[in-house]
């Protein structure tokens, strides 16, 4: 038989304030790096398609190009997606 969780109904838990020492302290550098890389690898991949998109149609105009832009976001949601499925996954075999 599946436990239920209860929630408690009432305010919300106060949020402690993190300094901003602390909160850069957290950080891990290989992610921060990761995320600026995907950052700048979407804006090359944006100048490349303008520059495409302009000599094929013969005018600048802002098309499909401009997607490569959201390469960290698309990056971030995926990851999220496949750690909770496997998470799902994981906690469904105990």
Excluded at 69 to 79: K, T
Aim: charged share 20%.
């Amino acid at each position: 038989m599946e436990k239920v969780k209860y929630i408690k109904v009432g305010q919300a838990p106060k949020h402690r304030r993190v300094s901003l020492r602390t909160w850069l302290a957290r950080l891990n550098g290989w992610t921060v790096a990761w995320y600026a890389f995907l950052t700048v690898a979407g804006v090359l991949l944006y100048k490349l398609g303008a520059a495409y998109a302009l000599r094929e149609r013969g005018y600048y105009a802002v098309g499909g190009a401009a997607l490569a832009l959201l390469l960290p976001v698309f990056y971030y949601c995926a990851a999220a997606t496949v750690r909770d499925i496997l998470r799902d996954a994981k906690d469904r075999g105990k």
